[in-house]
């Protein structure tokens, strides 16, 4: 089984996305674990290059059993080919990499979506920014991520099964 290559993307690379990125890596360890995963973070504003992730995702991850290993990075025109999927944490990051994807020439784009795109309970269709919030922000981001998460992970074991299925050969 090929699993997606997969990009989590946010302003910073401090908050939002490398929280997606380790609660990702948590789960599909859990439900996929005999296939290893491609999977990342990046930022749109090089403001934070080379930190590690705030002290609160830090603190909040490790409350959900989640460990970090990430230091911030800008996005590359490589990415957008590398990776299969960019999930955007709001709807500017979004309008962000679609013209960066256009800037750069790609002829064949990944699919870039909205993290929210896969939450059940949408609201805003955002991922709040918690940097210059409470640590109840921060724990409000990780439920939101937790289950846009499952739900894409869904997505993607549908999508590789119904890919290696006998019909779609």
Not at 52 to 57: I, V
Not at 77 to 94: G, H, K, T
Not at 113 to 139: A, H, I, K, W
């Amino acid at each position: 089984m090929r699993l997606p290559k997969v990009l989590f993307v946010c302003l910073g690379n401090i908050c939002r996305s490398p929280l997606a990125e380790g609660i990702f890596r948590h789960q599909i360890a859990r439900r996929v674990p005999d296939h290893p995963m491609i999977v990342d973070s990046a930022g749109l504003d090089d403001y934070h290059v080379g930190e590690p992730p705030d002290a609160r995702t830090l603190l909040v991850a490790h409350q959900h059993g989640i460990t970090l290993n990430h230091r911030a990075r800008l996005i590359t025109p490589e990415d957008l080919q590398r990776f299969d999927y960019i999930l955007a944490m709001d709807r500017s990051n979004l309008r962000k990499l679609q013209k960066l994807a256009r800037q750069y020439g790609i002829a064949d784009p990944p699919e870039i979506r909205l993290m929210r795109d896969f939450d059940p309970q949408p609201d805003s269709g955002e991922v709040p920014d918690p940097y210059y919030g409470t640590m109840e922000d921060f724990e409000a981001v990780y439920q939101i991520l937790d289950r846009s998460i499952h739900h894409f992970i869904d997505f993607l074991l549908n999508s590789v099964i119904r890919s290696e299925s006998p019909q779609h050969r």
